[in-house]
Nanobody, 126 residues
Framework: EVQLVESGGGLVQAGGSLRLSCAAS????????IGWFRQAPGKERKGVSC????????YYADSVKGRFTISTDDSKNTVYLQMNSLESEDAAVYYC???????????????????WGQGTQVTVSS
């Protein structure tokens, strides 16, 4: 059974940094798309970043390019999202998701993913 557990959320001041972790179990990172999505209250869930483990290709939403970095640690079966220069607009619940045989551009569409974590809250104070 695929399980994804996010951690690392919290309260941070604008301009600060957080690193989110997504610990995966029940599968190895061979040929998966693993994405980070976020959902603010009253808004739809949107893609933030995604990595294709087959070739390491990545996707970033325009709003986070240059500030966020996605990476994997295969030895720990964990995906990270390093978030720098956080803005109030980045506040949301962040979700990790995975789908086998996916591509990095899958990060544009949450409907393409079939396994989800429970989410972790990111709050940015101004």
């Amino acid at each position: 059974e695929v399980q994804l557990v996010e951690s690392g959320g919290g309260l941070v001041q604008a301009g600060g940094s957080l690193r989110l972790s997504c610990a995966a179990s029940g599968f190895t990172f061979d040929d998966y798309a693993i994405g980070w999505f976020r959902q603010a209250p009253g808004k739809e869930r949107k893609g933030v970043s995604c990595i294709a483990t087959s070739d390491g290709s990545t996707y970033y939403a325009d709003s986070v390019k240059g500030r966020f970095t996605i990476s994997t640690d295969d030895s720990k079966n964990t995906v990270y999202l390093q978030m720098n220069s956080l803005e109030s607009e980045d506040a949301a619940v962040y979700y990790c998701a995975a789908v086998q045989y996916g591509f990095s551009w899958y990060g544009t569409n949450p409907a393409l993913f079939d396994s989800w974590g429970q989410g972790t809250q990111v709050t940015v104070s101004s």
